[in-house]
T-cell receptor, first 114, second 112 residues
Framework: DTAVSQTPKYLVTQMGNDKSIKCEQNLGHDTMYWYKQDSKKFLKIMFSYNNKELIINETVPNRFSPKSPDKAHLNLHINSLELGDSAVYFC?????????????FGPGTRLTVL | DQQVKQNSPSLSVQEGRISILNCDYTNSMFDYFLWYKKYPAEGPTFLISISSIKDKNEDGRFTVFLNKSAKHLSLHIVPSQPGDSAVYFCAASANSGYALNFGKGTSLLVTP
């Protein structure tokens, strides 16, 4: 029983398409995150939700829209995909904020935009 | 602007010896530091953390040292084992925020 799961694991799509990545955690955590790891291997925060409320929104194009239907889910929808969106996207969760609690990561979704 | 830096992209150590991974940070507001370990095709997994009120935290073979004046932390693994071969990420956060700032990672190879 995976603590933080993401689907799909791999996603290959054409430029201009719209796609979604789903994330679910069964840890009972209040906070969920999306990170992007680019080709240079930097792991950067994109969004964070606490109790379904957006608390972090880094400088991310508004083509990216996170949606949290409940505390256990944080999905990432991407409109009009671009080549530069190719990366590995990691979902994570924690009980509280990172200054108080460890973040647990999903296995990642490798997105390739052709 | 990278606030957390891992200047060694890779490190090779013999089995049984000590591995020392280094991390520097620039933001003096950071007060919580973590190390994550990542295997290929998997997400990062938490290894060990340290609060800024401490200068050392130990968990089995893993010890993290924090030098606040130098804005430097290090992870010691002793003895190193082949299963420790992975990419190690240093991360830091400030109490006021919810974001972890990650370094670029150091790839550790432990050879038999």
């Amino acid at each position: 029983d995976t603590a933080v799961s993401q689907t799909p694991k791999y996603l290959v799509t054409q430029m201009g398409n719209d796609k979604s990545i789903k994330c679910e955690q069964n840890l009972g955590h209040d906070t969920m995150y999306w990170y992007k790891q680019d080709s240079k291997k930097f792991l950067k925060i994109m969004f964070s939700y606490n109790n379904k409320e957006l608390i972090i929104n880094e400088t991310v194009p508004n083509r990216f829209s996170p949606k949290s239907p409940d505390k256990a889910h944080l999905n990432l929808h991407i409109n009009s995909l671009e080549l530069g969106d190719s990366a590995v996207y990691f979902c994570a969760s924690s009980h509280g904020g990172p200054s108080t609690d460890t973040q647990y990561f999903g296995p990642g979704t490798r997105l390739t935009v052709l | 602007d990278q606030q957390v830096k891992q200047n060694s992209p890779s490190l090779s150590v013999q089995e049984g010896r000590i591995s020392i991974l280094n991390c520097d940070y620039t933001n003096s507001m950071f007060d919580y530091f973590l190390w994550y370990k990542k295997y290929p095709a998997e997400g990062p997994t938490f290894l060990i953390s340290i609060s800024s009120i401490k200068d050392k935290n130990e968990d089995g073979r893993f010890t993290v040292f924090l030098n606040k004046s130098a804005k430097h932390l290090s992870l010691h693994i002793v003895p190193s084992q082949p299963g420790d071969s992975a990419v190690y990420f240093c991360a830091a956060s400030a109490n006021s925020g919810y974001a972890l700032n990650f370094g670029k990672g150091t790839s550790l190879l432990v050879t038999p």
